[in-house]
T-cell receptor
Framework: SQQGEEDPQALSIQEGENATMNCSYK?????LQWYRQNSGRGLVHLIL?????REKHSGRLRVTLDTSKKSSSLLITASRAADTASYFC????????????FGKGTKLSVIP | NAGVTQTPKFRVLKTGQSMTLLCAQD?????MYWYRQDPGMGLRLIHY???????AKGEVPDGYNVSRLKKQNFLLGLESAAPSQTSVYFC?????????FGPGTRLTVL
């Protein structure tokens, strides 16, 4: 399994603004997933993007994937205070791998 | 559907004591995982299982043992707890690459 590295480590924005966080990884992937963790809670799956996809939307979330640069970005539009959480990316290598490896995440604070 | 549940939610141990954390899932998932999360860190995989009766080591397996006697349950054991095992422990199960997490167990070892 391989670990994704999220950037920035912390992000603070005003409610209503957009939030963008990035993920880089090292080797080829089958898919890449984004998870959210509210303080003191377990991770919650947000979205999965496959290696043959370039962009995916889910509500206010937009994920892009650039396999040539080995990077992904998560955009949250019109942020809300409830979006305050840590966000983790998890690149999945596929074939014979059963594990996801999580990095340190991006801690997003949305100020009301 | 309860999803993934963990028991207990909180526990305080003294150094050298033993305990078992229980994870249960009602989604009939084959894969299950145990992670630990320390302040400011991501999750680190302790052990995982790809099916009933199977277990495998993850990134940080030392000091822990696991068992998967039933498909729905994955137990994590600490035989002789150490202060370095103070952490929040998360269990997860997986289907179609997506992982579903439990609410966590906060363990303090004094």
């Amino acid at each position: 399994s391989q670990q994704g590295e999220e950037d920035p480590q912390a992000l603070s924005i005003q409610e209503g603004e957009n939030a963008t966080m990035n993920c880089s990884y090292k080797t080829s992937i089958n898919n890449l997933q984004w998870y959210r963790q509210n303080s003191g809670r377990g991770l919650v799956h947000l979205i999965l993007i496959r290696s043959n996809e370039r962009e995916k939307h889910s509500g206010r979330l937009r994920v892009t994937l650039d396999t040539s640069k080995k990077s992904s970005s998560l955009l949250i539009t019109a942020s809300r205070a409830a979006d305050t959480a840590s966000y983790f990316c998890a690149p999945f290598s596929g074939a014979g791998s059963y594990q996801l490896t999580f990095g340190k995440g991006t801690k997003l604070s949305v100020i009301p | 559907n309860a999803g993934v549940t963990q028991t207990p939610k909180f526990r305080v141990l003294k150094t050298g004591q033993s305990m078992t954390l229980l994870c249960a899932q009602d989604m009939n998932h084959e894969y299950m995982y145990w992670y630990r999360q320390d302040p400011g860190m991501g999750l680190r995989l302790i052990h995982y299982s790809v099916g009933e009766g199977t277990t495998a080591k993850g990134e940080v397996p030392d000091g822990y043992n696991v068992s998967r006697l039933k498909k729905q349950n994955f137990l994590l054991g600490l035989e002789s707890a150490a202060p370095s095992q103070t952490s929040v422990y998360f269990c997860a199960s997986s289907w179609n690459n997506e992982q579903f997490f439990g609410p966590g167990t906060r363990l303090t070892v004094l």
